[in-house]
């Protein structure tokens, strides 16, 4: 009976998502109509043709357009990355940075501020800031990894280690930092959209397509290993090349997040919660609907973090939190009644 | 003497600098049910782990139908063999159904849909251990008992021609004991060969065709239990003092336990 469900669920999420595209774009320092907007949008494509006002098209186009999608994108990896920790580490707590990547990666973002790199280019900071996530991959892993053996356990532990170690660091160079760097730490440290444009998309767009494919063609694996290693192996899958090729993908496409917009938390920990308990664990729905859950949600919080204090912004990690957590306690309340009455 | 299924030469195991296994060697016929005996932490689960491939060996070699473990690929030893394990650990809430759908994982390839054969193999599975009316519960809110049925159901949708099961029968009531006994003589029947570790000795030297106890990783008998169970055997295993006795109604040997030897 789920099953059946599932494609019309999957597309309806995607309208809505599309949907809220449309609004997400329209509103904002200047609001524009709904339906100038959905002009504006069909005009770009082919068969399509409207007279549209050239300063919508501006807002549209090479504002909010690139930031929506940004934001769609990061979110949708962040959910999708979340999915694949909690899979693998078969920990509800777990989130895409649980290994230290996304603590690595705002170090880096951070040194590229303090020796004042960003001024040089506004690339160094996203640079330095993915060096920095795959240098902790790196360390994380070897650490863990002994006779070509990788413990689960320890890798959760060195994780936690080594990103309590380089938060720290952190702290150190935000000490020494100056006022204007802290006022540019600490912004990008909250995580932030502002100022996305389409180079950003470009940056985003092929490790977001490549990373998701290789996670959802080990959809089944990801099913099986919830089971437990020796079920997994049972079944006979190359445990060991399975997860290493899993965390590797997932971490990556994490540090790309982070290094572009920061550390936004709490997307990764709770949108694949949210689908799990609407659809069910089954990844082969799970990827796809975590995808469109987590790119609609980012764009929703996008949305409301630029709108409550008009013309200014809040930092989308308050938003985040303050949409998901009640959503949330929703959804196991809902639960736990509906296991009451089975 | 039949085919072999299982072929052991020299098995060495070691877990921590402490050896398990050493040097050991048998041979399973095919077809055949035996039931691995003997006392908490003498290897039974480590053996059977051993032989699916779970565990790494240290040294010798496993054969199943004259294929070595060692050239086969994982999801080659997955479709030959599979392991029922005593104890489960699953918090996701995965269906009944979709659990036993797992088992046919080594059969396809990864882009491959779910064909008739699946499904039928999985109803299958379902209808023959007795549970396709929980096929559509979450495994996690089952009962011991239930799940083992489940991961039962899930080890014969794997279709393998070798079943090794740990404890098949631990959570399990009497109704149940009954009903996974008989499950298990048909696929013998079927000509697939099992193995399990079983800690009730009355029903384990009933129900099987051969019986191996296994004390501290070395065999103290592998034979028919009519042979293979005395009091010697017993007090050798177990460390305990035991009187054997025909059963007047079906005519088979029972065990009963006395004393510890000290």
Redesign the interface.
Same mark, same amino acid.
């Given at each position: 009976m789920k099953q059946l469900k599932m494609p019309v669920f999957f597309i309806a999420s995607f309208i809505l998502f599309l949907f809220s595209i449309v609004i997400a774009t329209s509103f904002g320092g200047v609001t524009i109509p709904f339906f100038e907007t959905v002009q504006v949008f069909l005009a770009k494509l082919p068969f399509f043709y409207y007279e549209t006002d050239s300063t919508f098209e501006q807002i549209l186009l090479y504002i909010r357009l690139p930031r929506v999608i940004v934001a769609s994108i990061v979110g949708a990896s962040l959910a999708v990355c979340g999915v694949v920790m909690q899979s693998l580490f078969r920990n509800p707590m777990a989130e895409p940075g649980i290994i230290g990547i996304s603590s690595g990666g705002s170090l880096g973002g951070v040194i590229a501020i303090y020796f004042g790199l960003s001024h040089i280019s506004t690339f160094f900071v996203p640079v330095f800031g993915f060096l920095g996530a795959l240098l902790t991959l790196l360390l994380v892993y070897i650490i863990s990894t002994s006779n070509g053996k990788t413990s689960m356990l320890t890798l959760l532990l060195t994780g936690v280690a080594i990103s309590s170690f380089i938060s720290a660091c952190s702290s150190l160079i935000i000490t020494y930092a100056s006022y204007g760097q802290l006022q540019q730490i600490l912004y990008w440290l909250m995580g932030n959209l502002n100022g996305r444009d389409w180079d950003d998309v470009k940056l985003l767009i092929l490790p977001f397509i490549l990373c998701n494919i290789l996670i959802f063609s080990y959809r089944k694996q990801l099913d099986i290993l919830l089971l437990g290693e020796e079920e997994a192996k049972n079944l006979g899958i190359h445990v060991q090349r399975t997860r290493t090729i899993l965390l590797i993908s997932a971490s990556l496409l994490t540090g790309v997040c982070v290094s572009l917009t920061g550390v936004i938390g709490f997307v990764g920990l709770i949108v694949p919660h949210m689908i799990r308990l609407l659809i069910g664990p089954t990844h082969r729905y799970l990827i796809p609907t975590s995808l469109i859950g987590g790119a609609l949600f980012l764009t929703l919080a996008d949305l409301i973090a630029r709108l409550v204090i008009r013309p200014a912004e809040i930092q989308i990690g308050i938003i985040t939190a303050f949409l998901g957590a009640p959503y949330f306690i929703f959804l196991i309340l809902r639960q736990k009644k509906m296991e009451g009455l089975l | 003497m039949n085919e072999a299924a299982l072929e052991i030469q020299s098995l060495t195991f070691h877990r921590n600098a402490r050896t398990i296994f050493n040097n050991l060697s048998f041979t399973v016929e095919k077809g055949k049910f035996i039931a691995l005996i003997g006392p908490n932490g003498t290897g039974k689960s480590t053996l059977l +782990?051993c032989l699916? @491939? /779970?565990n790494r060996i240290d040294s010798g070699d496993i054969k199943i139908f004259n294929r070595s473990l060692r050239q086969l #690929? $994982?999801?080659? /030893?997955? #479709?030959r063999i599979? !392991?029922m $394990?005593q104890t489960?650990?699953?918090?996701?809430? =995965?269906?009944v159904q %979709?659990?036993v759908e797992? @088992?046919r !994982?080594?059969h +396809?390839k990864? =882009?491959s849909r779910w064909m008739k054969t699946d499904q039928l193999a999985v109803k299958k599975a379902l209808e023959q251990v007795g549970i396709s009316h929980l096929k559509h519960?979450f495994v996690p809110?089952l009962s011991g008992g239930e799940r083992q049925l489940v991961y039962l159901a899930k080890a014969i949708a %794997?279709e393998t021609d070798i079943l090794l099961l740990d404890e098949p029968t631990s959570d399990l009531d009497i109704y149940y004991q009954v009903i996974v006994t008989d499950i298990l003589h048909s696929l013998v029947q079927e000509g697939k060969t099992v193995i399990a570790a079983i800690h009730d000795i009355n029903l384990a030297t009933r129900i099987c065709d051969q019986c191996i106890f296994l004390k501290d990783g070395k065999f103290v008998a592998y034979n028919a239990p009519s042979d293979a169970l005395n009091t010697e055997n017993i007090a050798k295993t177990f460390q305990v003092k035991s009187i054997i006795y025909q059963e007047p109604l079906t005519k088979k040997k029972q065990m009963m336990p006395v004393d510890v030897l000290t």
């Open positions: - | +782990k699916a @491939g /779970i #690929k $994982p999801l080659e /030893i997955a #479709k599979t !392991y $394990p489960t650990t699953l918090e996701t809430n =995965f269906t %979709q659990v797992m @088992g !994982y080594p +396809k990864r =882009f519960r809110s %794997q």
